[in-house]
């Protein structure tokens, strides 16, 4: 079998997955190959070499994908997002932790084994942020990567180790051997927002409240929004996300001082978003029927992120603030969608 440089998508069935194989397919000269527990979608199909309908933590199947691809580029999107890992925290340990652990390996055996490092991106999440109470959230404002380090989150916790774990990877993997075996894993993270896609509709997270409150008024249904109305978290459009992949995996090395980056685009009230809807979709139903729970999830979690690293190290910008990312992007995306 002929060996080739591929990038490989895990979880690429997923909201992130969507747009970036949209997005890297433009470019001819690279290879994607994809791993969902899933079939993909069948527009994507078309525009991936290969997709393998599998688990990350079947070794059996990293193995075979070890033996015929060189892989220069993985991003890891493969995830139990933080409601769904609260109900099923041991299932979310081994998705997300043993899994990423599992890949790690993988990009540390394929740099072995063609000698050049392996960019491996990694999305974190401001789920691995620990804010104490809703009082410090207000005055902390933008926190920095290093801060509030306290996830209360089964997925906080599990993000948050993984970075711990990537870094190993990157840094020190095997530091007592006798030859040096680390940076054959070029580790990169970003710390994402909550995303609102206007394609696809996120599952078992805690930001969901925005995207749902839109996708459901854009079909014309009732929604009841889990969080009190002044409830805020920073959120991003989904094609800035995809920018921020593809930004951050091609920077060079030499550009950035650090492993992990904070991103943000604009971060508005859970009030501010219904407004917005409302103006767009007059007749759409939308209240607010707090779940106290979920709300203290999203109470743990900072109201802004300091992403002055990301501008800074390899010009990370977003294109869409609160209201281009609805007016220019979210809106006539999704009344085209359901239109159909
Ligand atoms: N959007 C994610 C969630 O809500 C946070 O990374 O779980």
Same mark, same amino acid.
């Given at each position: ?34 791993l ?79 000698? @050049? ?17 809703v ?17 209360t ?19 020190h ?17 970003? @710390?994402f ?110 109201e ?37």
């Amino acid at each position: 079998m002929t060996r080739k440089p591929v990038v490989f998508i895990t979880g690429a069935g997923g909201e992130i997955g969507h747009g970036l194989i949209s997005t890297l397919a433009q470019d001819p000269d690279r290879a994607i190959i994809t791993l969902d527990l899933n079939p993909l979608h069948p527009e994507l199909r078309p525009l991936v070499r290969r997709h393998v309908v599998g688990s990350i933590l079947d070794a059996n199947l990293l193995e075979t994908l070890q033996a015929e691809y060189e892989i220069d580029l993985i991003v890891h999107l493969a995830a139990l997002l933080s409601t769904r890992s609260e109900f099923t925290p041991k299932a979310a340990h081994r998705i997300n932790v043993e899994g990423t652990m599992a890949l790690l390996e993988f990009a540390q055996e394929q740099g072995e084994s063609h000698g @050049r490092p392996v960019v491996f991106l990694y999305p974190s999440s401001i789920a691995a942020y620990g804010l104490p109470s809703v009082a410090e959230k207000t005055t902390a404002g933008k926190v920095r990567e290093d801060d509030y380090s306290w996830p209360t989150t089964m997925y906080g916790c599990n993000k948050l180790y993984c970075e711990m774990l990537g870094i190993y990877y990157s840094r020190h993997y095997r530091q007592l051997a006798a030859e040096a075996a680390h940076r054959k894993v070029d580790f990169r993270c970003l @710390r994402f927002p909550g995303l609102i896609s206007a394609v696809t509709v996120p599952s078992g997270g805690t930001s969901d409240y925005a995207p749902e409150m839109l996708h459901a008024a854009a079909q014309g249904k009732p929604y009841a929004c889990f969080v009190r109305p002044d409830t805020r978290i920073p959120f991003m459009a989904m094609p800035d996300a995809i920018t921020a992949i593809l930004s951050l995996s091609s920077a060079s090395r030499e550009q950035l001082t650090r492993p992990v980056y904070n991103i943000s685009a604009f971060n508005p009230s859970a009030e501010e978003i219904r407004q917005i809807v409302m103006q767009e979709f007059p007749g759409a139903v939308v209240d607010f029927k707090l779940d106290a729970k979920r709300q203290g999830i999203v109470d743990s979690w900072p109201e802004d992120v300091d992403d002055s690293a990301a501008r800074a190290d390899w010009g990370f910008r977003p294109k869409y603030d609160l209201n281009r990312a609805f007016r220019e992007y979210l809106i006539p995306t999704i009344k085209g969608r359901y239109a159909q």
